[in-house]
Antibody, heavy 122, light 107 residues
């Protein structure tokens, strides 16, 4: 069965960096695009970033463009999110999510991890 | 950016009743539209994609439909386990966006 397990969250001061990881199993990781989606406490969902199955292309929400970098290591079945210049408004649960499309992205999410909590605070 | 507006904010119904959740897109997204269910402390779960296609393992009590830029999720016979927050999602126009959610309460 598909499993996505996020790690790397925690409490960090504004302006600092953090890297999230998402370990994938139960499917052919190298054949699917992957996304990060976040949810601020008590709020709705916000798409953050996407990376194609082979890492050849990425895209970001305007709110994180230039500060966050999505990447993947297909040899390790792992997705990453490097978060730099963190702000208080980046405080959220960060979910990794599997794209539903095989190689060609569909941009909706058929499996989600349980999330990793990031809190940006002094 | 495509804004999705969900209504109502909260729906309180009894078991066996029919629930109708709505989502309006601010511009055309075709049928590139999904619905997710989220329970407290859990990740969202895909219910419907392409406006009307049930995801694997989703019972046929859940159905989705589209009329132009208006989308509807119908739960035909509510069960207590259907409580949670339901989000709509468009993937027809980048950036991909979500509605603000409809909370479904079972009396």
């Amino acid at each position: 069965q598909v499993q996505l397990v996020e790690s790397g969250g925690g409490v960090v001061q504004p302006g600092r960096s953090l890297r999230l990881s998402c370990a994938a199993s139960g499917f052919t990781f190298r054949s699917y695009g992957m996304h990060w989606v976040r949810q601020a406490p008590g709020k709705g969902l916000e798409w953050v970033a996407v990376i194609l199955y082979d890492g050849s292309n990425t895209d970001y929400a305007d709110s994180v463009k230039g500060r966050f970098t999505i990447s993947r290591d297909n040899s390790k079945n792992t997705l990453y999110l490097q978060m730099d210049s963190l702000r208080a408004e980046d405080t959220a649960m960060y979910y990794c999510a599997k794209d539903a499309g095989w190689e060609r992205p569909r941009n909706y999410f058929d499996y989600w991890g349980q999330g990793s909590l990031v809190s940006v605070s002094t | 950016e495509t804004v999705l507006t969900q209504s109502p904010g909260t729906l309180s119904l009894s078991p066996g009743e029919r629930a109708t959740l709505s989502c309006r897109a601010s511009q055309t997204v075709g049928s590139y539209f999904a619905w997710y269910q989220q329970k407290p402390g859990q990740a969202p779960r895909l219910l419907i994609s392409d406006a009307s296609i049930r995801a694997t393992g989703i019972p046929d009590r859940f159905s989705g439909s589209r009329s132009g830029t208006d989308f509807t999720l119908t739960i035909s016979r509510l069960e207590p386990k259907d409580s949670g927050v339901y989000y709509c999602h468009q993937y027809g126009s980048s950036p991909w966006t979500f509605g603000q959610g409809t909370k479904v309460e079972i009396k």
